[in-house]
């Protein structure tokens, strides 16, 4: 196994696209299916760290969107809340939010978050 499958399973399971108690074999299939579609897709930018761009891959099929979840107040910024799969995304059971200028900032918040 090279160092791209290894990444790709383990944030594969921090994200829930792989399940933890799947079986070795198939965890490592899926992995290797995964870790392929990565380096066909245009997030494998070579002037970039494997680590980022296999973790923006598998965001981008994790399915997380953002809502807007209050009025806009005097400074022009807005709080925004995790959604995936259309339930609350929890963090230590509080709902995931971010006090941002619109989805886009509030998405990119999310993806600087430590992994």
Known sequence: ?????FLT???GRLLGLIPKDLELDL?????MGLYSEFQASEFN???KGEYDCIYNFLLSKTKIK???ISST???GVSWYGAY????????EGVHLQY???SKDHAMRMYNQLPK
């Open 27 to 31: 965890t490592y299939e899926k992995g």
């Open 9 to 11: 399973i383990e944030l």
């Open 73 to 75: 107040d005097y400074t």
């Open 45 to 47: 930018d070579t002037n």
């Open 99 to 101: 006090h941002a200028m």
């Open 66 to 68: 953002f809502r807007k």
């Open 84 to 91: 995936k799969n259309g339930k609350k995304v929890l963090v």
């Open 1 to 5: 196994m090279n160092y791209g499958t």
